[in-house]
């Protein structure tokens, strides 16, 4: 018994998109409400829950659709909830599409890939840096910006010469400051485009960060924290953005779905649809030593209970995949530390390979957490590689986005792995133009769609944010 | 003795365009500072005045350059403002461009012409308009449009369409109320396009404007009250964007000139260059009967005076054209009521014609009062044809422009004339990304100044409104 409510806030005023109302008559018929308040219903057609492996040329996809339906009503909810809290300087998320479920499944706080972006849109990242430079810090003029500790990779260095751009278009003063020990003097590191990159020392002047002859008024971290915070950040008269709580020393992925199981929770309301249609099931398991066989048993008990959990809703919506779920490190990112599970005993038998690979992730730190979580399925494919969508966040704006396609990977199988190369794939076209008149899978609508659940976790990541914050 | 000053903010930290600052070499020679307070200073070489005929085509253009090396500290600058005063909704600024000079002569606080802006950039205007809508009325969702009251030009219905799209893609649910006694029932207009446009007529309820079935929150005037406030918008609850004071039956023109000396002064100051560079001249006449030959003397005498003054200003800089001023309608639009001056003589011996011109603007509202401003020539031409630059902008972002460009005109004449024919030729970049790599007059960079004098009159606007609201 499959439907989404037609929202009342659709029927208040003229509908965006009108066209669509007529195609899928007076009930769109997607989404869940609990059997115990809804009167039966006759069983939803085939047609009206898009068959998986055609969602992309299929019929209507309508999530989308109906996202496209309740434009009005979310912008001026997401208004609202932009009133009381702050977005985050700047996000990433990474999303997948299942075509019957569109999820966030990463939120990145220190977004690198600026340089993926579609150049056209270069616009809208200035006037949405030019907003959050406002709202944070509207007397910085001078930005310090620290990069990840980087010098050879060049792809990365793309990102922070496109991200000193967009703040310097935004009317900044930005110079670059590196936390490695052997940047003594400033340093020129030439980018694949020719241009070079300059990166400098940074030193530390009581509670100021300096570079020769430049006082910054704001500190921009581009850097994840992954190792620890450096003493030299702690306890900083500048403002830092995003807050060292931000950085993965301290953040936690499952901090952030619990956040996002209250946004996905409200939106689902407003939209009259099952929340698990934008949201991922996941849990929590501490105490891991995957070196030591430490924890298994949480694991594996997670995994067994999603496995049959998420069964229970492809059932209900006729999807006919394996269930799987992924499992990852608590902190970090980078893609290292994840495995993809399709059955609890695949957590316990490991081999050593396996638990090299699980126990430690990025800057070599251990894993002791992690999260088991909901695998969702990616549909989405071009020319038969798998693509995944990544939305990019300025302020609370979309500014744009771009694919990773790989080839070399599964469906069910994680993106954004280490040494993993991907080609990016810019969004033609803005996240904010939705066209009516066109199919809901067309770019312009299906951008549409990112762009929301996007904004969903960036607004989890603003309340994960506010909660670490009070903790602090 | 002309010069800029190298500005201190841009020796603080890396320079925008540090090119620039070698071929200038150390100092910058155009602008004006006075001789009682400076050494003397050698004459400046004739290079750094580039010649007023080859504008375009000629030697670097300084002003431009010295916008462009300043960005930083100009940006920085527009912060604080922002942070002291609210932007309009939206207004376009018509720019004149005398290469030696870059001043607004029109700030219009009821902008048409969104159907000339360049497509590509409908992202920024739809951003731009969620930031306005967040900090005016964050509540609204159902929006009100008033549009002018033309039911046959088909190019201003072509620029309601085009705002009515843009507010909807920031997600309000609009709808367009005509004020025209003959709409009495939803009315669909035929638009070039080949879309459609409906009208509804408005009805005032307590002290609420509705339509059939639709309770807006929000009334966006896109109707410039040049006929007088209407009854039914008087002491209206629901916010009312732009205010009433904003319209031609209180505004005028020298109110927002008086303000944009203030700002052009603060913005010399920041720079180091002669504001007169920003600003042109303008004085004031009331008590003004055209019909009845009153108040010809006034209007003479700041003639006189002002060509004086610029004549003056032209020696100082060079400049080997004839001073022009225009006499234009103190409050009023669409250029009528507006001539052009190069003598005294001119506005005493005016025929019936010219007075009869004179005499009455948009809507026959008769001309009481005018004021006289400094011409500004525009150097630029697109093949011949004299171009005129507009520049948008919703709350304080510039979102595009384009040219008003039209074969039949002088460079000294108002390209803004009744029944005036131009060709809108779209700007082809966004005007917040400069180009250091390019030379100051390439598209993009000149774009960036446009829009940098464009926010100066639109900070005027902010000034203006703000002082008039007092006097309500």
């Known amino acids: 018994m499959n439907f989404i409510e037609q929202s009342n806030n659709s029927r208040r005023g003229h509908s965006r998109c009108e066209f669509s109302k007529k195609a899928a008559h007076a009930k769109l018929t997607i989404g869940k409400a609990s059997a115990t308040i809804q009167p039966p219903q006759p069983k939803t057609p085939d047609r009206m829950v898009p068959h998986l492996t055609t969602a992309l040329t299929g019929p209507l996809l309508y999530l989308e659709q109906h996202i496209l339906d309740n434009q009005a009503a979310i912008e001026h909810w997401f208004r609202g909830r932009w009133l009381r809290h702050n977005a985050p300087f700047y996000a990433s ?50 930005f310090l910006l620290i990069p990840e500790n980087h010098t050879r990779n060049t792809f990365y260095l793309s990102n922070v010469a496109a991200l000193s751009a967009i703040l310097r278009q935004a009317g900044m003063n930005v110079r670059i400051g590196s936390l490695l020990p052997e940047i003594t003097a400033a340093t020129r590191l030439d980018l694949p485009n020719g241009a070079t990159l300059t990166l400098e020392p940074v030193k530390r002047v009581d509670d100021r960060l300096v570079l020769d002859d430049f ?34 020393a301290t953040r936690r992925k499952s901090n952030h779905f619990a956040a996002y199981n209250r946004v996905a929770e409200d939106f689902a309301k407003l939209l009259h649809i099952d929340p698990w249609l934008i949201n991922p099931f996941f849990a929590q398991c501490g ?20 496995l049959q959990d998420i069964a229970e809703k492809y059932r209900e919506y006729g999807v006919e995949q394996d269930p799987f779920v992924i499992v990852k490190a608590d902190a970090g990112t980078y893609g290292m530390g994840i495995m993809t599970v399709k059955d609890a005993s695949e957590v316990k038998g490991l081999n050593r390979k396996q638990r090299n690979k699980m126990a430690v992730i990025k800057e070599g730190q251990p894993v002791s957490e992690v999260i088991v979580q909901e695998g969702v399925y990616t549909f989405e494919n071009l020319n038969g590689a798998v693509a995944e969508p990544v939305v990019y966040m300025i302020d609370h704006f979309v500014v744009g986005g771009f694919y990773r396609v790989h080839t070399g990977r599964g469906q069910d199988e994680n993106l954004n792995a280490p040494g993993m190369r991907f080609e990016p794939l810019a969004f033609q076209t803005a996240c904010t133009l939705p066209d009516c008149s066109a199919a809901p899978d067309t770019a312009p609508n299906r951008f549409y769609a990112y762009g929301v659940v996007a904004r969903l976790a960036l607004l989890a990541a603003a309340l994960e944010l506010e909660d670490t914050e009070a903790a602090d």
């Open 215 to 248: 006082e910054p008024c704001a500190i921009l971290l581009n850097n994840d924290l992954s190792a620890g915070i450096p003493e030299i950040l702690k306890n900083l008269e500048q403002f830092v953005i995003p807050p060292l709580h931000a950085g993965w």
């Open 287 to 306: 105490h891991i030593d995957f070196q030591e066989r430490q924890g298994e048993e949480c694991v594996a008990a997670h995994v067994d209970d999603m």
């Open 93 to 142: 998320v990474d999303l997948r599409n299942a075509g019957f479920k569109l999820a966030p499944v990463d939120t990145n706080l220190f977004p690198g890939g600026f340089n993926n972006l579609n150049p056209d849109f270069l616009p809208l990242c200035v006037q949405a840096t030019m907003s959050a430079v406002e709202k944070i810090c509207p007397v910085a003029q001078r």
